[in-house]
Each structure stands twice: as structure tokens, then as C-alpha cells.
T-cell receptor, first 111, second 116 residues
């Protein structure tokens, strides 16, 4: 019940295309859903996060879509750029507890 | 924004020696700090959670006598890998959470430990 399932494992997108990464969770106590971007040899950096009281949040080219009834959330990267090539992790937590991470998605944007 | 500084970024040590990794919150008070281990092409694996002034809570399967965690102040936590062996070689990452609660998870830049 603590798991967060993330897909796909890897993704190749053409420059300018849309990258979509999906996550699903089981624990209905989760109330904070962040996405992290990680470059090789670096720690994860917060990209964007959402709470279950909204269905969508957009920050620049990055959008989170959240479906509370389906217990799913996804990251959309619009106009994907080679600089977006990185590993992306979804995560979830509730009531100030530890973050539960997805397995990660390796994104490669081809120029 | 919140900044977490982690040092060293890379360390090479000999088998049997101990290595200390520091994690500092630079512009906020970290009530809770987390230590993770990450293997290549894998997700972050939580090792332990520490609250300032109290003993760390270790995840199942993590040897608390091997991975010593100290959270002596609201801005500093340390992870000491004792009697390191080659299998301890990994990427270690700390994270700090301040008073913002769920909104305040900030990660350090990680430490690449190589035991030879």
C-alpha cells in the first residue's frame, strides 16, 4: 500500500514533443505528490508538486495532472528539449511522513 | 529557496576505514533529515530518518551499527559509514524537511562513495 508505481521505465521523445510519465498509488492517506528531476551524479531537484484538492497544476512547460478517484497522477513536459534529458521520479507522502518514490523514468530527448 | 549542502561530493576510502558525510541546511531549520542510498539506474532507497536531538529511525534491513546517523542540531546531520567495504560503495543522498512540512523536502547534491 506504500508503493508508487511509475511508468514507463524509459522514454525517448523528439525535440519539441510531449513527454508523459505516469504514476499510480494505493494509499489514500497520501496528500502531497511531487515530481523530481535528477541529472547523473546529482541529487534530485523538485520540479513541480500537487495536492489532491486540484486536478491540474502547470508551471512553465511542466504540468501535473491528478486523478484522485483513479489514484493516478502524471507529468507532462511540453516542447521537450535535449536539456530535459534526465531521470524523473514521482513521489508521494502523507501527514509529514517519509517520501515514497516511484522507480524512475529515464527520459532522453533527441535533437 | 531552501538549500541543502552535502559534503563531500566524492570520497574514496580503503576497506575497513570509516567515512563521514555531512548534510547541512543552509537557510532553514531542518526538523527532520532523511538519508538515502541510490544504486545506478535505480530509485532512492530510504535508509533512515532522523529528528534533531533524537535517535534515528532505520528502515528494515539497514544496519544501524554500520550506518551511524547523528542529527545534533537543526542544521546538521551526519552519516558515518563504519568499517566500510566495497559493497558499501554507492551514491548517498540526504534530504531535509523544515517547518513547511510536506512542502519542504530539499535534497543535497549527493556523495559518491567508493570503497577500494
Amino acid at each position: 500500500q506504500q508503493q508508487v508505481k511509475q511508468s514507463p521505465q524509459s522514454l525517448i521523445v523528439q525535440k519539441g514533443g510531449i513527454s508523459i510519465i505516469n504514476c499510480a498509488y494505493e494509499n489514500t492517506a497520501f496528500d502531497y505528490f511531487p515530481w523530481y528531476q535528477q541529472f547523473p551524479g546529482k541529487g534530485p531537484a523538485l520540479l513541480i508538486a500537487i495536492r489532491p484538492d486540484v486536478s491540474e497544476k502547470k508551471e512553465g512547460r511542466f504540468t501535473i495532472s491528478f486523478n484522485k478517484s483513479a489514484k493516478q497522477f502524471s507529468l507532462h513536459i511540453m516542447d521537450s528539449q535535449p536539456g530535459d534529458s534526465a531521470t524523473y521520479f514521482c513521489a508521494a507522502t502523507g501527514y509529514g511522513n517519509k517520501l515514497v518514490f516511484g522507480a524512475g523514468t529515464i527520459l532522453r530527448v533527441k535533437s | 529557496g531552501a538549500v541543502v549542502s552535502q559534503h563531500p561530493s566524492r570520497v574514496i576510502c580503503k576497506s575497513g576505514t570509516s567515512v563521514k558525510i555531512e548534510c547541512r541546511s543552509l537557510d532553514f531549520q531542518a526538523t527532520t533529515m532523511f538519508w538515502y542510498r541510490q544504486f545506478p539506474k535505480q530509485s532512492l532507497m530510504l535508509m533512515a530518518t532522523s529528528n534533531e536531538g533524537s535517535k534515528a529511525t532505520y528502515e528494515q534491513g539497514v544496519e544501524k551499527d554500520k550506518f551511524l546517523i547523528n542529527h545534533a542540531s537543526l542544521t546538521l546531520s551526519t552519516l558515518t559509514v563504519t568499517s566500510a567495504h566495497p559493497e558499501d560503495s554507492s551514491f548517498y543522498i540526504c534530504s531535509a524537511r523544515g517547518e513547511l512540512g510536506n512542502s519542504g523536502y530539499t535534497f543535497g547534491s549527493g556523495t559518491r562513495l567508493t570503497v577500494v
